[in-house]
């Protein structure tokens, strides 16, 4: 990655996957597309090694990382792809999901999956998860494009992310400030007094800070809401 600028980070949003990357590599076009998504059998590794295999401009990446891979033979013949790794297996969570664009469009499908060391059914649940896509051909009644897929690896993690992530101690030391200031203002109103992310953690964003996986969980629980909502005499 020296030739990249510094702060450089591939952080591709779902619409920039499935209409971008996805039908440029189905298609052929932009080679370029490998050098941060390359082509891997992911089944091959368990998932802590995936990282070493990532597209040469993503592999400084900490947090995630993006592989397409192909339909399995079994898979192609009406059975069911084979996801054990030499450590364990990935196991599906949830029910598949269509991913649509800003304009309400229907562009894909989304299969989460949580890994699991150990063998089922007493495998051993742990924290790497993964994004399956798949896109949606441009035909009058669109089908699935079943022959790619392109795959997020993540760790899961309830902290914030690294570009925005700062000590606790620092955190409350903030909010402590705002409370001071602000006593007698609306939690949103103090926290939107500025726009420096070092005082304000929810800068640029909603007051609570989204799950990276399903942008529906909070990674402030109940407890933590609760002592904000404290500071502020709410």
């Known amino acids: 990655m020296g030739d990249l600028p ?12 499935l209409l971008y990357y996805l039908p440029n590599k189905l298609n ?14 992911i089944y091959d590794y368990n998932p802590w090694e995936l990282p070493q295999h990532a597209g040469e401009m993503c592999r400084g990446d900490k947090e995630q990382w993006f592989f397409f891979t192909t ?10 792809p084979n996801r054990l790794t030499e450590k364990g297996y990935w196991k ?13 469009l229907r562009i894909g499908r989304k299969k989460t999956m949580v890994f699991y060391e150990g ?19 441009q035909s009058p009644n669109p089908q699935l494009k079943e022959e790619l897929s392109l795959c997020r690896i993540y760790n899961r993690s309830k902290c914030a992310r690294a570009f925005d992530r700062r000590p606790a101690a620092a955190e409350a030391d903030g909010a402590a400030t ?3 200031n602000h006593r007698n203002r609306s939690a949103d109103v103090a926290f939107a007094a500025s726009d420096d992310p070092q005082i304000n953690p929810t800068a640029g964003s909603e007051l609570m800070n989204w799950d990276i996986e399903t942008q529906s969980e909070p990674l402030w629980d109940s407890e933590d809401l609760m002592m904000i909502l404290k500071w502020f005499d709410l």
């Not at 598949?96 to 800003?102: A, M």
């Open 92 to 104: 599906a969570t949830g029910s598949p999901s269509d991913v649509f664009t800003c304009q309400n």
């Open 119 to 137: 063998r089922a059914p007493h495998g051993s649940k742990t924290t790497w998860k993964m994004n399956e896509y798949k896109v949606y051909d």
């Open 28 to 41: 052929g076009m932009n080679p370029d597309i490998d050098r941060v998504i390359p082509l891997l059998n």
């Open 71 to 80: 339909m399995q033979e079994r898979e192609a013949r009406g059975g069911r």
């Open 178 to 180: 705002q409370c001071h």
């Open 6 to 17: 510094v702060g450089f980070r591939f952080y591709p949003t779902e619409e920039e996957l």
